[in-house]
């Protein structure tokens, strides 16, 4: 039986699994049958906030039978160093984009899915937003919350999960506890962690003095916080807030999604925009946070722009993070060489020095959440008159496209040096001091079929479409 472990690296040649997905698909389908409230509560993510349950599952809990095991590998997915209970083994599916299954015991054989779990950012708000009373169980703050939705007559049981850099399924784990991470006043240095980062000084007169001082709060916080697992979480928490204060789609978004209390758990990948001169710097806060290398984006010539994926071994965050490349620098390893200024900025460049740098005071460029594709576009336009520009990804395994970009406003002596610089012209300058530039957007994403890649030949159209000298 092969094993799967959270450090282990998958191949970044990402392939489709469509018997793989077929597969979770009609157990999902059983699940839903044996369980009248989820059932219910997936028609009401559809109508409400243009999502499909199937991206908010946590992980699923099958009932152990002959030559389950031997499926599930042939899927692709392997044994997990987490076992779900004991004698009951957990599988991840290492090469795709799938929920962990867990193979479990029952006495009388039972319904074919036990248990249905769903991924929420905060099981009280779901509770409250869906009036259930529910009693979670774990502490607050803690890695593994869990409450159980009683349903009367439900064969598949139906739980709400909360995560926080922990793949395992126990609300006290006892390798956190020899860690010293499950004390009596883990709850209130977690909080108190979240709020370092929260209120850290964003700008600066130099970004060199401003990544000097995210730096030093970030060791706070992770010393805070006990862990770069729980650290990455809630910096995180953190950055998606302040992108959604700074951009009305999501916030609009959000808010749908709050209806049922989901948050945003359906997250797929953050992106930030970085400057040439401080993308090691920007690797390093990233990699100090615990996350690993993945494929890179060399997009060439006339894309003017290269790209960095890097993802979190124990809290699944992904992250894109971009910066303007020459030609001859694809080949480099980019992520961790010092650049210099090129003698006139591309899209990201710009977009840097008109803005900020996305660590620092811009924030991120969009966050990337998994939706139902078409019933966005239409509730968002319909709700809320927020148009999606046109589909940059339109395959039936990868879909992707951003909400029409947000301006805002750019700051004079940010304008002014770019000018003095020679990176724009006088005309540019009183143009973007007056209307001020494109700033984020909400990308909306529908994968099939497991894939974890992206599209690189149209993410690099959809960066040039976004250049704040084209509008």
Request: with cysteine; charged share 25%; glycine share 8%.
């Amino acid at each position: 039986m092969s094993t799967v472990s959270p450090s282990s690296a998958p191949p970044f040649d990402w392939q489709r699994w469509p018997e793989t997905e077929a597969f979770l698909g009609e157990k999902l389908r059983s699940a839903l049958g044996g369980n009248p409230f989820a059932a219910a509560l997936a028609n009401r993510m559809q109508a409400e906030t243009s999502t499909t349950i199937d991206v908010w599952i946590d992980h699923l809990a099958l009932v152990d039978r002959p030559g389950l095991v031997g499926e599930l590998e042939r899927l692709g997915f392997a044994k997990a160093a987490e076992p779900y209970g004991v004698n009951e083994p957990s599988f991840r599916h290492p090469g795709g984009q799938f929920p962990p299954v867990a193979v479990v015991r029952h006495p009388t054989g039972g319904p074919e899915v036990a248990t249905i779990a769903l991924k929420v950012e905060s099981i009280a708000a779901f509770s409250g937003a869906n009036n259930l009373g529910l009693e979670p169980v774990g502490y607050p703050m803690g890695p593994y919350r869990f409450a159980k939705v009683d349903v009367a007559g439900a064969d598949t049981a139906l739980i709400v999960v909360e995560r926080r850099g922990y793949l395992g399924f126990e609300p006290f784990p006892s390798s956190w506890a020899r860690d010293g991470r499950m004390a009596p006043h883990s709850t209130r240095d977690a909080m108190a962690a979240k709020d370092l980062w929260k209120g850290r000084r964003r700008r600066f007169e130099e970004d060199e003095a401003g990544f000097d001082a995210t730096e030093q709060v970030l060791e706070k916080v992770i010393e805070r916080a006990g862990s770069t697992d729980l650290a990455c979480h809630l910096v995180f928490e953190v950055e998606r807030e302040y992108w959604e204060s700074r951009n009305r789609a999501a916030r609009v978004q959000k808010r749908r999604q709050d209806r049922l209390g989901l948050g945003w758990a359906n997250h797929d990948h953050h992106t930030f925009r970085c400057s040439r001169r401080f993308f090691p710097r920007v690797i390093r806060i990233f990699e100090r946070l615990g996350f690993t290398l993945r494929e890179s984006f060399h997009a060439g010539t006339d894309a003017g722009w290269g790209a960095q994926v890097l993802e979190h071994p124990s809290t699944g965050i992904v992250i894109f993070a971009d910066l303007d490349l020459a030609p001859e620098e694809v080949e480099e390893d980019f992520a961790h060489t010092l650049l210099p200024d090129l003698p006139r900025p591309n899209t990201v460049g710009l977009w840097v020095g008109l803005h900020g740098e996305s660590l620092l005071d811009a924030g991120m460029h969009h966050l990337e959440a998994q939706f139902d594709f078409d019933a966005l576009r239409r509730d968002l336009e319909a709700e809320d008159g927020i148009v999606t520009m046109k589909p940059f990804s339109d395959f039936p395994f990868l879909r992707q496209a951003f909400t029409q970009g947000e301006r805002w406003p750019v700051s004079k002596h940010r304008a002014d040096r770019l000018l003095a610089r020679g990176w724009i012209d006088a005309e540019q300058h009183a143009r973007f001091l007056a209307e001020g530039a494109i700033g984020s957007h909400l990308e909306n994403l529908q994968r099939r079929e497991g894939f974890k890649g992206f599209n690189q030949r149209a993410v690099s159209a959809i960066i040039a479409e976004t250049d704040p000298r084209r509008h």
